[in-house]
């Protein structure tokens, strides 16, 4: 149950967010481009965190990094969205 809800976390709400906020014109590029950039954060996120913990032989700091880039992503999809509602009314 765990792994089907964590998969599907992963893999479904970038599509629906996707086309909620850009519109289903040009859905493949833009749904492309919007994966590219959810996938950096897991190719990069993993060795940067035993990098950190390599550093410091804590995980403290990757913790405390990884909330801020989480809190910066909430930003980012809270405006995003916002922006995608005020250019469907256009």
């Given at each position: 149950?765990?792994?089907?809800?964590?998969?599907?976390?992963?893999?479904?709400?970038?599509?629906?967010?996707?086309?909620?906020?850009?519109?289903?014109?040009?859905?493949?590029?833009?749904?492309?481009?919007?994966?590219m950039?959810?996938?950096?954060?897991?190719?990069?996120?993993?060795?940067?965190?035993?990098?950190?913990?390599?550093?410091?032989?804590?995980?403290?700091?990757?913790?405390?990094?990884?909330?801020?880039?989480g809190?910066?992503?909430?930003?980012?999809?809270?405006?995003?969205?916002?922006?995608?509602?005020?250019?469907?009314?256009?």
């Amino acid at each position: 149950f765990v792994f089907g809800l964590a998969y599907a976390t992963s893999t479904v709400p970038p599509a629906m967010l996707t086309a909620a906020i850009f519109g289903n014109k040009d859905f493949s590029s833009v749904y492309g481009t919007v994966l590219m950039f959810m996938t950096i954060g897991g190719a990069v996120g993993a060795p940067l965190c035993g990098f950190i913990f390599d550093l410091t032989n804590s995980y403290h700091t990757a913790w405390l990094l990884l909330s801020v880039f989480g809190a910066v992503a909430t930003t980012f999809y809270v405006l995003s969205t916002r922006l995608g509602e005020k250019r469907r009314t256009w």
